[in-house]
């Protein structure tokens, strides 16, 4: 028995689950998506990353076919299909199928799929050494052209970003805004410690504003560190005590190296390790099932 993935209303075997290469999703990037977790059975911050995907699909005029409560139960459902309990779990909605031109308003229908599968970890070892990062030429998106709020089919600006990061090297590329500030990386957003504060730019800088990252401030907070979500240079990641980076996939990963800086100590700092450990917990705890 293969993965079965939901696609318009039906499960359907891995192989059968294609959309048409009419579809705006694929010709335009149009529609929304979230990557999301469970963790032994328990779907980590659901309805924050519903939330997210219908504010993302209101500022493009998207309908999603199915109501929150609808599509919580539909990626519940996808899980139980496929029997598991640890997965990562894809939902995308695309603005459908439409003619050659972009015009939204010639699609009908939107089509939607979950995929939900066993999730591939991130080695071990950037864990235990931490991530090697540089600053990339590419600028991240303007947040008038395109926010950088809407986690949108549109990862051009990230993969961009992400090439220039394996040319240079290194594991991960760090995207300053149009005016020099740190934004956030190809699929992580930035934190960094120095002292007793914790430091993340705020969303207007031009950064997805992360699920794992609201919850990273929570239990810095509840751990005694005041949190700052404020704008800083690169010269402020260099001087840094810790720098980690949060996501849905990656958890918190610490960062060891930037553009040849060494961070602190050069290994996974005390603050980073307490805020892995907490995350750990947390994701243990809460969820939806
Ligand atoms: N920034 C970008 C650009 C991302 O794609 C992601 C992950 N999808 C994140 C940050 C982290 O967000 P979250 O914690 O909600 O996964």
Not at 62 to 86: G, H, M, R, W
Not at 259 to 280: E, S, Y
């Amino acid at each position: 028995m293969g993965l079965k993935v939901y696609l318009d209303g039906r499960f359907v075997e891995k192989n059968e689950a294609v959309v048409s290469v009419f579809d705006h999703g694929l010709l335009y990037g149009d529609g929304v998506f979230e990557g999301i977790r469970s963790y032994n059975g328990l779907v980590f911050k659901l309805e924050e990353h519903l939330g997210r995907l219908f504010e993302s699909a209101r500022t493009l005029m998207l309908e999603i076919p199915l109501s929150k409560k609808e599509l919580e139960k539909t990626v519940l459902e996808t899980l139980k299909v496929n029997a598991l309990k640890d997965a990562y779990i894809r939902l995308v909605v695309t603005r459908g199928i439409g003619d050659l031109g972009l015009d939204p308003r010639k699609c009908l229908k939107a089509t939607l799929f979950i995929i939900a599968d066993k999730i591939t970890l991130y080695p071990k070892e950037y864990y235990e050494k931490g991530l090697v990062l540089a600053t990339v030429p590419t600028v991240r998106n303007h947040p008038e052209a395109l926010n950088p709020q809407l986690k949108t089919l549109n990862y051009l600006n990230n993969i961009l970003a992400k090439i220039e990061a394996t040319n240079a090297g290194v594991n991960e590329a760090i995207l300053l805004n149009a005016q020099g500030y740190v934004t956030e990386c190809t699929g992580e957003n930035i934190f960094f410690v120095k002292g007793k504060s914790v430091w993340t730019p705020p969303p207007y800088v031009g950064i997805l504003k992360g699920i794992t990252r609201e919850a990273v401030m929570g239990l810095a907070e509840a751990s005694g560190l005041a949190v700052r979500e404020d704008v800083f240079t690169r010269h402020e990641l260099y001087t840094a005590d810790e720098v980690f980076l949060t996501g849905t996939a990656a958890e918190i990963v610490p960062v060891v190296k930037i553009d040849n800086r060494l961070i602190g100590t050069g290994r996974p700092g005390p603050v980073t390790l307490k805020l892995m450990k907490a995350f750990k917990k947390l994701t243990l705890k809460e969820g939806t099932r």
